[in-house]
């Protein structure tokens, strides 16, 4: 139980474009899912948290307009990168929280490499 | 604002060799500590919550342990598969079910 999916696992794309990232609860519901981004050797940092059928928070030195997260559904948050350039290149993982569970821990999924040329 | 500290940063371990990795931590009303497992190039994978000065839980080679200012990752008898980063995280009662992850303990097991 409790697994979360990211699709793609890892794209490449020109500067300048735009990409985006699914996250997908499967067997559970989540109210509430959270993007962070990993560079190499370092921790997890968050960067926004999404709540379904609302907007989502954004953490302080996040820019909304470059990081566009729609929470569309209990079981679907996506993240796109728009105008993408080489400084967003990162490892994007996102979590999510069972709604009906009484614990408060997130399921990760597996993460997406992104490598912006 | 809440603060997470791991240590080691690293830590090189033989076969079945014990030890323990660090998490202190400062927050203003503990909702949580969390403790992950991260292998390279994925996710974070869920191991404990712990909720309580006091409470202790255990899987397979792993206990964690909490006390009101840090939590302890104990390692009994390790073997190669543990080598991994354990990530340690907080979450508050004010904070809206968010993390705050420490930098990482990174364990690496010789055989």
Redesign the interface.
Request: aromatic residues 22%; positive net charge.
């Given at each position: 139980g409790a697994v979360v999916s990211q699709h793609p696992s890892w794209v490449i794309c020109k500067s300048g474009t735009s990409v985006k990232i699914e996250c997908r609860s499967l067997d559970f519901q989540a109210t509430t899912m959270f993007w962070y981004r990993q560079f190499p050797k370092q921790s997890l940092m968050l960067m926004a948290t999404s709540n379904e059928g609302s907007k989502a928070t954004y953490e302080q030195g996040v820019e909304k307009d470059k990081f566009l997260i729609n929470h569309a559904s209990l079981t679907l948050s996506t993240l796109t990168v728009t105008s993408a350039h080489p400084e967003d290149s990162s490892f994007y993982i996102c979590s999510a929280r069972d709604r009906f569970q009484g614990s408060y821990e997130q399921y990760f999924g597996p993460g997406t490499r992104l490598t912006v040329t | 604002e809440d603060q997470v500290t791991q240590s080691p940063e690293a830590l090189r371990l033989q076969e079945g060799e014990s030890s323990s990795l660090n998490c202190s931590y400062t927050v203003s009303g503990l909702?949580?500590l969390?403790w992950?497992r991260q292998d390279p190039?994925?996710?974070?994978?869920?191991l404990f919550?712990l909720y309580s000065a006091g409470e202790e839980k255990e899987k397979e080679r792993l206990k964690a342990t909490l006390t009101k200012k840090e939590s302890f990752l104990h390692i009994t008898a390790p073997k190669p598969e543990d080598s991994a980063t354990y990530?340690c995280a907080v979450?508050a009662w004010s904070n809206?079910?968010?993390?705050?992850?420490?930098?990482?303990t990174t364990v690496t097991v010789r055989a």
């Open positions: - | 909702r949580g969390f992950y190039g994925k996710g974070p994978e869920f919550t990530l979450q809206d079910y968010k993390l705050s992850f420490g930098a990482g």
